[in-house]
């Protein structure tokens, strides 16, 4: 590079403004360049002479120099000094303009049907009956922070200093293998439990195990809503299978339609809260070992029935590895936590190695370290008793106050389980207008539109919750619902 002349520059320096002196230096040399005031080839003021100039160190104007030759605005040439280096001042120039108000115009185009949505809304209600959120106050802070500090302080914390891999088993699955076998009857080695940051992560994993030009997904109609938005971006094919016909027509339609992944929630079907008979689910446990496909078993909520023990999970009937195990904390310690949890049968664990081989685990291992502990000290079991009792209240005031005010033109399904009912309401209103109604005095139900495929028709059932809403709010909650819903 030949330089062209030495560049003469007024500089000023303030020495109380909190910027340091070469900084100033720096941002002076480098607003001349892309102003155009400094051109290409430009030299720029020797170092011992800008120095001795501004009465500043060698070290300070050095530094500055430096700055500008790492950004690319000048290039230090031997014999030649500090040279400006070609910079598209014209660019600069640009008006660059906040992209604030279209981010926000943006933001208001958002679908508000979504889930954060309807939770939002939900929150800006006195009664919000949600089916997802727990109550506020849930969260076993004073014990967790005890397992924070215990592992903070352990030998182990050298783990922060090193990455973790999928390769390892860590002692977060081998708690929940031990839980779930335990628990849920659920044959598994430590290795098949694949921890995940939440159920649509999880979900999103275990698609990537198939072949989206060729496998279809069978779906629950109605279901679970994240199943549709993951097989979506995946650009999977999906099929419905209903659940409110019975079990027959489910049966059917598996049977029809053969896909090679079958989402299927059989201890708690959500919404609906219907249970899988224990003849339908060793017939879908045969149909998928025959046709070479593979359930995945969403059990979420089995930790709740009321006034039976929890059913056995699918997995742990399965004789022939076709069924893929899925649960989640979200609906016994903390949705936030974002922790779920997949069991993989033999044949899907070599696959998900060939394709993870490289992945470091999605949820940190501080976070699994704590929940392990929390696990295996008996913490995890006490939590659920209390959840569970509270819940367990709720339900019985929630269906009394229900059955007390409307009873006459509601029909109830999914009580003694889960976290909320399925009311259909006889008085004309479709599922619109019964969710716009409630809202209307101050009561937020949920209803199950984008659960459903396409071309469904109209329903006139709502979800009522009764996770997250106080007990002394359930009675004038309901109240508020009738005066909706009075004809």
């Not at 030759?69 to 910079?87: C, K, L, Q």
């Not at 969710?435 to 005095?441: D, G, N």
């Amino acid at each position: 590079m030949c330089a062209k002349k030495k560049a003469e520059l007024l500089l000023h320096l303030d020495e109380a403004a909190e910027a340091p002196l070469y900084q100033q230096i720096y941002e002076q040399i480098r607003d001349a360049v892309t102003s155009g005031r400094l051109t290409q080839g430009d030299r720029l003021v020797s170092i011992r002479k800008l120095s001795a100039d501004l009465g500043v160190s060698h070290t300070t104007v050095e530094q500055a120099y430096l700055q500008l030759a790492t950004e690319g605005f000048v290039a230090n040439v031997p014999r030649s000094g500090y040279i400006v280096e070609h910079v598209d001042a014209d660019y600069f120039r640009l008006e660059r303009p906040s992209s604030e108000a279209e981010v926000r115009e943006l933001a208001q185009t958002r679908d508000r049907e979504a889930f954060f949505a309807e939770n939002r809304s939900g929150g800006e209600v006195r009664y919000d009956f949600s089916y997802a959120n727990l109550q506020p106050d849930s969260f076993p802070v004073r014990t967790w922070c005890q397992l924070l500090d215990e592992v903070l302080y352990a030998r182990t914390s050298p783990e922060f200093a090193r990455y973790s891999y999928t390769d390892e088993v860590c002692s977060l699955q081998a708690e929940l293998a031990g839980l779930l076998s335990r628990t849920r009857g659920v044959s598994c080695a430590p290795e098949q439990v694949v921890v995940q940051s939440g159920t649509g992560e999880a979900l999103t994993m275990l698609l990537q195990l198939f072949d989206r030009t060729t496998d279809v997904v069978g779906m629950e109609d109605p279901g679970y809503a994240t199943v549709h938005e993951v097989a979506r971006r995946q650009g999977f094919q999906m099929v419905p299978l209903p659940t409110g016909q019975g079990v027959e027509a489910f049966l059917a339609a598996v049977e029809e339609k053969r896909p090679k992944i079958v989402f299927n929630t059989p201890s708690h079907q959500f919404p609906t809260g219907l249970l899988l008979p224990l003849d339908a689910r060793t017939r879908l446990l045969r149909w998928a070992e025959e046709n070479d496909a593979y359930i995945i078993e969403d059990d979420s909520c089995n930790e709740f029935r009321y006034s039976t023990r929890p059913i056995p999970s699918l997995q742990s009937l399965d004789a022939f590895g076709r069924v893929i195990y899925l649960c989640n904390v979200s609906k016994v310690l903390s949705p936030s936590l974002r922790v779920s949890y997949a069991v993989l049968p033999p044949k899907l664990l070599e696959r998900y190695w060939d394709l993870f081989n490289y992945a470091h685990p999605s949820v940190p291992w501080l976070d699994q370290e704590v929940l392990a502990r929390f696990i295996a000290q008996g913490h995890w079991d006490a939590h659920v008793r209390k959840v569970a009792k509270g819940n367990h209240r709720r339900h019985d005031e929630l269906l009394r106050c229900l059955n007390a005010e409307m009873g006459d033109m509601l029909d109830i399904t999914g009580t003694d389980t889960g976290m909320h009912l399925y009311v259909t309401v006889r008085n004309g209103m479709d599922e619109r207008q019964l969710v716009e109604s409630a809202l209307a005095q101050g009561a937020k139900v949920y209803g199950t539109a984008r659960m459903r495929f396409p071309g469904s028709t109209l329903s006139s059932s709502v979800m009522i919750g009764f996770s997250a809403i106080a007990f002394d709010d359930i009675a004038p909650g309901v109240a508020a619902l009738a005066r909706a819903w009075a004809q």
